[in-house]
Structure formats: structure tokens, C-alpha cells
């Protein structure tokens, strides 16, 4: 059974930058795509980036040029680096993978990913 687990949440100001780490436990996870979503109170969870196995990436119009993904299949984790941030990126982001079909396009859409992590959440105040 896989699992992944996410850290590096926490608190930061408006302006700052986190890293968020993503560590896979059961499964390598180089061949396949992953992302990270993340979800506000009262809001639905929402696509934040991508990455597939030959490290295409592609990002949400609302964080491209402040967020960075990226993965190291040494370490069979997955990063997200976040700058700029901004009180509107406050939410649980998660960490997701389609480990059921290898060597596929990166993609956004929720409904594709079959394994998640539990979330870290990320606050930035004003």
C-alpha cells in the first residue's frame, strides 16, 4: 500500500516562502505523474501544479511564476516550492499521484489521481 505524507507547512507572512515536501512510502513514484491541490475553508480543492515522469510541469494561472514543483526520484519525493506568497494561497495543500498509468502526461484534473496524502496546511497572513 502506498502512502504519502506531506510536510512543511506552517505559517509564514505575506511575501515569504515555504517549501513543501511530499515523501512516497511503498512505491517508487519516478515513473509516474504527481501534483499538488490545495483547499481554502468552504472552498473545493483546487489544482496548484504538476509534474510527470520526464519532468513536464505545468502550473494554475493564480501561482505560475511564484511556485515551483519539482521531484527527486533519488529521494522519491515530490517538492513544492512557493514564493510571493500571498494571503489567498492560505489552504491544505495536498499531495497526489495517478500511480496507475506510467509514463503519462502530466495533468490537473482531481478525479485523475488515486492516491493522496493527508495535507499540511499552509497559512500566510496579511
Known amino acids: 500500500q502506498v502512502q504519502l505524507v506531506e510536510s512543511g507547512g506552517g505559517l509564514v507572512q505575506a511575501g515569504g516562502s515555504l517549501r513543501l515536501s511530499c515523501t512516497a512510502f511503498?512505491?517508487?513514484?519516478?515513473?509516474?505523474?504527481m501534483a499538488w491541490f490545495r483547499q481554502a475553508p468552504g472552498k473545493e480543492r483546487e489544482f496548484v501544479a504538476t509534474i510527470s515522469w520526464n519532468k513536464i510541469t505545468y502550473y494554475a494561472d493564480s501561482v505560475e511564476g511564484r511556485f515551483t514543483i519539482s521531484r527527486d526520484n533519488a529521494k522519491n519525493t515530490l517538492y513544492l516550492q512557493m514564493s510571493s506568497l500571498k494571503p489567498e494561497d492560505t489552504a491544505v495543500y495536498y499531495c497526489?499521484?495517478?500511480?496507475?498509468?506510467?509514463?503519462?502526461?502530466?495533468?490537473?484534473?482531481?478525479?485523475?489521481?488515486?492516491?493522496w496524502g493527508l495535507g499540511t496546511q499552509v497559512t500566510v497572513s496579511s
Open positions: 511503498g512505491r517508487a513514484l519516478n515513473s509516474y505523474v
Open positions: 497526489a499521484g495517478d500511480l496507475r498509468r506510467p509514463f503519462d502526461s502530466a495533468r490537473s484534473d482531481r478525479r485523475e489521481y488515486d492516491v
